[in-house]
């Protein structure tokens, strides 16, 4: 039988001792007595701030998803944003994606922001997290706050804290926010009211203003009016790009759009799709399904905050092909150091940045142009902290990591898929004009720059045990790293706890360098139950002709990595 665990029980005594209502106090008695291996990993510990802010399950819990946690939560960044604005007024802005409870929860956002004499400003309905960091910006406010899970199954949900920047929380925000969470301990502590005082709905005022900065970051010299007829298909995964993405497609100029209907109804279920992660082909299946019936050219898909977009495209004998975040990084990349070279642009003071698990090809294009090209760590909000250090002395063209999330331009400071479909776009628009497809340019790339294939490998373990045996996969990996990989010699292991070594922020993170210019990075995931391990293969291509054997090659050589690693 499960025993109860002692930080568990501490938590849990804490809530029933406060002033919470009686059937919450019941639900939790009952959940101690009847599922004690669910009542521990409810309560042994409090939700925390990863790369993604505030991430869980919905349910009863100090380690789930509720109201009493946003409310707790809400209160304890409220104390430390007016800590570090002690006089004048402070405002905030709150939006929320498509999943279940997230309007109630945005509401208790708000509420509770309000109650402690901020001014609110409230989206009328669903928007995108880009939307957000954007609106902080534009309404000069001291915070903001998105109620989302990104692309987490559905029984998640989460809780985005934004700064005064546009920007997530980072170091020493984030740890000092958790500090003044923590001293929440009892509801009472809590400031709410049950109206609407002090809150400000904002809707089409702030998305034409942002509509317009999406549209001035095009660089089209006449081929979307061209090639306006683009046969564009478009789904938003149940989520909250349909809001805004087909709007800024047709800004650009694209007139064919073709929405995947199904997947067009905003539902925190997902009925359509087992995961709404662009990331896994299988949520895409719908839409490939009618990009093939409509021979159309290019395929865009958001995941449900909008913050993170997948492309697939044509192949010359009509093969589609879905594209996987490094390759979407790459192109990107190359397509906007070009076109900013070919509009002379470049002058030796502009920059681009990648993440240290992002494909290498983006600095050896940058390299190629004279641009440099900075690391960061995994997470956006580490993107967002290198672009506002250098916001007065460099210029910023764009960048990206290989989880799909993308940001051109700096008038937002987190991941922006409404404005990577409209650029994605616009390169198929300027590959067609050259009569080629994105994936013919990709190709191109790996015969300049060299082939570079990567693969991700997730393994999830869930609850307390579950995260206890990733603390021990990386303990092993530490204390006993292999000396080589697929019989390739390892010549540099690079800890990023080890930060005054790397230049970076400590965090979690191992690589493996490998003799052959191969790479395999190491991570806990910072927003799921998950530990990630990130393939990097790299060769020579002297010709098209060679792609496919290559990959095969890859794909084998990785095979040989896992089993090293003994992952399977």
């Known amino acids: 039988m499960t025993q109860l665990d002692m930080n568990a029980c501490k938590n849990a005594d804490k809530w029933l001792n406060s002033c919470i209502d009686e059937s919450t106090k019941q639900e939790i008695i009952h959940l101690r007595e009847e599922n004690p291996e669910e009542f521990n990993d409810a ?35 409220c104390n430390y944003i007016r800590k570090n604005k002690p006089s004048g007024s402070i405002r905030s802005v709150v ?267 983006i600095r050896k294009i940058a390299d190629s142009f004279k641009v440099e090209c900075f690391d960061t760590l995994t997470g956006f909000k580490h993107i967002a902290s290198k672009i506002k250090s250098l916001e007065t002395t460099k210029e910023y063209i764009g960048g990206g990591e290989e989880s799909f999330g993308y940001l051109i331009g700096d008038f937002v400071r987190d991941k922006d898929a409404i404005s990577g479909c409209c650029i994605l776009a616009e390169m198929a628009a300027y590959a067609a004009e050259k009569g080629q497809t994105l994936f013919d340019m990709m190709l191109e790339l790996y015969v300049e720059h060299g082939f570079y294939y990567e693969k991700q490998v997730s393994i999830t373990r869930k609850g307390k045990s579950g995260a206890e045996e990733i603390v021990s996969m990386m303990n092993n990996f530490r204390s006993i790293p292999p000396k080589e990989l697929d019989g390739i010699h390892i010549e540099k292991i690079v800890d990023y706890l080890e930060a005054e070594k790397t230049g970076l922020p400590k965090s979690n993170v191992l690589q493996f360098f490998l003799a052959d210019g191969s790479k395999v990075s190491v991570r806990p995931s910072g927003t799921e139950p998950k530990i990630k391990f990130y393939f990097s293969i790299c060769s020579s291509m002297n010709n098209i002709a060679e792609y496919e054997q290559k990959e095969i090659e890859a794909n084998a050589k990785i095979g040989r990595i896992k089993q090293d690693l003994g992952l399977i």
């Open 95 to 361: 939006s929320h994606d498509s999943r279940n409870n997230s309007r109630d929860f945005a509401l208790t956002t708000a509420r509770v922001m309000a109650a402690n004499g901020f001014e609110v400003f409230l989206v009328e309905e669903l928007r995108p997290t880009p939307l957000l960091s954007f609106a902080v910006r534009e309404l000069n406010a001291d915070a903001g706050v998105m109620i989302t899970a990104s692309h987490n199954p559905k029984e998640y949900n989460g809780y985005k804290a934004y700064w005064n920047d546009g920007a997530q929380l980072t170091t020493p925000h984030d740890e000092l926010v958790i500090e003044e969470v923590n001293k929440i301990d009892d509801i009472s502590l809590i400031k709410t009211q049950n109206d609407n005082t002090n809150i400000t709905i904002i809707g089409k005022d702030i998305d034409d203003i942002y509509l317009n900065r999406i549209k001035s970051l095009s660089m089209d010299k006449g081929y979307i009016s061209k090639h306006k007829d683009l046969r564009i298909v478009y789904t938003p995964l149940h989520g909250t790009g349909i809001t805004l993405v087909p709007t800024a497609l047709k800004h650009y100029g694209f007139e064919n759009i073709s929405i995947v209907e199904p997947q067009a109804i905003a539902d925190g279920n997902f009925p359509t799709c087992i995961s709404p992660n662009p990331e896994e082909p299988a949520a895409l299946e719908l839409g490939l399904q009618q990009a093939k019936k409509e021979n159309a050219d290019i395929l865009l898909a958001t995941d449900p905050d909008a913050d993170r977009e997948a492309i697939a495209v044509k192949k010359k004998d009509g093969e589609w092909i879905l594209l996987n975040g490094n390759q979407t990084a790459t192109l990107l990349s190359y397509y906007l150091i070009k076109r900013w070279k070919e509009e002379g642009k470049l002058n030796g003071n502009q920059y681009i940045i990648k993440t240290i698990v992002t494909s290498e090809i």
């Open 43 to 77: 309560f042994y510990k409090t939700l925390e701030f990863g790369t993604g802010g505030l991430r869980g399950i919905m349910g009863i819990g100090t380690n789930r998803m509720n109201s009493l946690i946003i409310s707790m939560t809400t209160q304890g960044f």
